[in-house]
């Protein structure tokens, strides 16, 4: 068994949340490393914070990679920072765990991936934490606002063309009849964070390219000035990587995942109103709904 330094740490979860401890052995001479919680048969009863990773996610046999170590040690240190504030460079956390830069490169593309990093220049900051947005009728710009953010969107493009046969059903326009493409940069505190492409008929909203406002809610603009609200919607929810186009509108690069919400939004009478394909960024996005039981 590789020997090394046991470290231990607890984890604080915020107000009302339990802490948890994790426990490894670091090594940085082997791409393995043993965990003393497999010694340990209560090790599986530590405490956790709801929804963590079981064992903190330690495999049975107790070894996990050395990189895992890494990360783990760096996300104590992000505790320690704070939100917003600027991580050591590469350099120097190597130095500071006596690995290889490609190990603490590897800790940090995850710790990224997952959200709890971002770029900030040429460096690298602590995140803050995810968005949620419910899966509602609500806009974005509600759900933005519920948690004290500020949204905002930029105008991509906004175009008017005929309406193709295969989107007509969707948004109750007939083939060939002029249609609205409306594509806007999300916002959240001047913070690029996701995609939005409207499709909406000519014929439902005639003055869009002159009395509407790019960067305000669309939803608010149909209630309040055009007197049509929302009464039902279906959506699909899946996981996918930006285009080139994308990723560059967006501010991310093409290897990171995203959050892909197709929307087809009926009236109250039930009639097809839009279609809207949103891509939010799965670092920077996480999703809330209510379960009831349906009466069942």
């Given at each position: 068994m590789p020997t090394g330094r046991v470290l231990s740490h607890t984890f604080g979860r915020g107000r009302g949340h339990p802490a948890f401890t994790f426990v490894f052995t670091y090594v940085c001479e082997h791409p393995g490393v043993d965990n003393p919680n497999t010694a340990h048969p209560a090790a599986h009863l530590l405490d956790q914070a709801p929804g963590a990773p079981i064992r903190s996610g330690i495999p049975e046999h107790g070894r996990i990679p050395k990189y895992y170590a890494v990360k783990a040690r760096i996300a104590v240190?992000?505790?320690?920072?704070?939100?917003?504030?600027?991580?050591?460079?590469?350099?120097?956390?190597?130095?500071?765990?006596?690995?290889?830069?490609?190990?603490?490169?590897?800790?940090?593309?995850?710790?990224?991936?997952?959200?709890?990093?971002?770029?900030?220049?040429?460096?690298?900051?602590?995140?803050?934490?995810?968005?949620?947005?419910?899966?509602?009728?609500?806009?974005?710009?509600?759900?933005?606002?519920?948690?004290?953010r500020t949204p905002g969107r930029n105008l991509i493009s906004l175009d008017r063309f005929p309406c193709p046969a295969a989107l007509a059903a969707q948004i109750g326009a007939e083939a060939g009849e002029p249609v609205w493409h409306m594509e806007r940069v999300l916002l959240a505190d001047d913070e690029r964070v996701g995609l939005e492409s409207t499709y909406v008929s000519v014929a439902r909203v005639p003055g869009l390219d002159g009395d509407f406002e790019p960067d305000s809610s669309f939803y608010a603009y149909l209630r309040d000035e055009l007197g049509i609200s929302f009464g039902d919607a279906d959506e699909r929810i899946e996981t996918v990587l930006a285009t080139p186009r994308e990723a560059l509108l967006i501010g991310t690069p093409p290897a990171l995942p995203m959050l892909l919400i197709h929307r087809l939004s009926r009236d109250t009478a039930g009639r097809p109103l839009e279609r809207v394909r949103t891509l939010y960024r799965g670092d920077r996005f996480s999703f809330t709904t209510h379960l009831g039981n349906g009466g069942a």
């Open positions: 240190l992000m505790e320690e920072l704070g939100d917003g504030q600027p991580l050591p460079t590469e350099r120097d956390l190597a130095e500071r765990y006596e690995v290889a830069r490609e190990t603490v490169r590897q800790a940090l593309r995850e710790l990224l991936l997952e959200g709890r990093l971002r770029r900030q220049g040429r460096g690298t900051v602590v995140a803050g934490p995810k968005l949620e947005q419910p899966l509602s009728l609500a806009s974005y710009t509600e759900g933005v606002r519920r948690q004290g």
